[in-house]
């Protein structure tokens, strides 16, 4: 009999796998990081691309700038070579004249306009209420009209040096103008206020005013307090032409004075150091420069510090030059000795 082959009840085997089912979450991560790395890489190219045409524009608006704001372009538009040249020149000369104490320019403007060089200028400093003063020493040692010209013949300028009122135009000026117009001996420092606490300044302006008015071998600056000889302060400075740095006077140092309210008070004595006493200098009744040192501080007038006296002011000034000093005892006015060329009035 023949046997049958049992069928099998169990599911028959397959060897393909099963397909796999996707979330629809995961589908949701992959398209969202799809379209962000796409946007990314956009972004970054868009950056990229105006970096590149910021970078382009800058360095368009930097060379067109450059010619726009350049001097040296500047200048060739307007055709002021030339000028910046000269201005150039210009302040080189200035620099060397003030190197060497005076201005070429001034100098030969002045010998062109006068004509004429003169031994010495010589300024006796007055004030508005010293009217009969000068007409004693008009009467005395001070030539007057035509012997004031005459005198100045022979190469000496004699003048009163005064400056304006605080309240200009009023009587004290007006006084002065009349007395000027009659005598003609004054020399008026239109840029100087007269007042006593202003001496110091009034020094600077008489030696700078005095210095671009004449061309002189030396220039004198002498109180209203003193008799002059002047036949022996011709002879002293005749002999003293060759001199061209020459700073001469009655010498003297002497202490600083510290106390306020003390006569010849010193407000900034702290800087004359522990000694409190000042450099040597000559005495401010009379003093001489050459033209040399006049020109220098017509020069540097702006620049040049003041102290309460005007012969230490000018004692300060000169300390810093190759100024040759001269202590001549025949200008020690307030000396006993016979043999000078000042005395106390």
């Keep these: 009999m023949e046997s049958s082959i049992p069928l099998s009840t169990k599911p028959e085997r397959r060897w393909r796998s099963k397909p796999l089912q996707t979330s629809k979450p995961s589908l949701f991560l992959a398209f969202f990081s799809c379209f962000a790395w796409l946007y990314v890489a956009g972004r970054l190219w868009q950056d990229a691309e105006n ?15 450059s010619k726009l704001l350049t001097v040296e372009d500047k200048l060739v538009v307007l055709g002021c070579k030339d000028l910046e040249r000269r201005i150039v020149e210009a302040e080189m000369e200035l620099t060397l004249a003030k190197s060497q104490g005076y201005i070429k320019s001034r100098l030969s403007q002045n010998e062109s306009s006068s004509g004429k060089k003169f031994l010495a200028v010589i300024g006796v400093y007055t004030g508005f209420g010293s009217h009969l003063k000068r007409k004693v020493f008009r009467g005395s040692w001070m030539p007057r009209g035509d012997a004031l010209k005459k005198l100045e013949e022979r190469g000496v300028v004699i ?12 009587s004290l000026d007006r006084n002065i103008n009349g007395e000027n117009r009659s005598t003609k001996d004054f020399l008026i420092l239109e840029g100087h206020e007269e007042a006593q606490e202003e001496l110091p300044k009034k020094v600077k302006s008489f030696f700078s005013t005095a210095v ?7 220039y004198v600056k002498a109180d209203n307090n003193i008799n002059l000889d002047l036949e ?21 140092s002497g202490e600083v004075i510290t106390e306020e309210g003390s ?4 407000p900034e004595w702290w800087k004359f150091g522990d000694e409190k006493s000042y450099f ?13 040192l006049a020109r220098y501080i017509d020069i540097n007038s702006a620049s040049l510090k003041t102290y309460a006296h005007d012969d230490t002011s000018v004692g300060s000034w000169m300390m810093g030059l190759q100024a040759t000093y001269i202590d001549d005892n ?14 106390q009035a």
């Design 212 to 218: 671009q008015t004449w061309d002189a071998e030396f």
């Design 232 to 252: 022996g302060l011709i002879e002293l400075l005749e002999h003293r032409r060759s001199q061209a740095s020459a700073y001469i006077g009655c010498m003297k």
């Design 51 to 65: 970096r590149t045409l910021l970078s382009n524009l800058l360095q368009r608006n930097v060379a067109q700038g």
């Design 159 to 170: 003048r009163f040096v005064i400056g304006r009122s605080a309240n200009r135009g009023d």
């Design 280 to 292: 040597q200098h000559a005495a401010g009744s009379l003093l001489i420069l050459s033209k040399k």
């Design 330 to 343: 025949r200008l020690c006015c307030s000396s006993i000795k016979q043999d000078k060329v000042c005395s």
């Design 263 to 266: 006569p010849w008070y010193e």
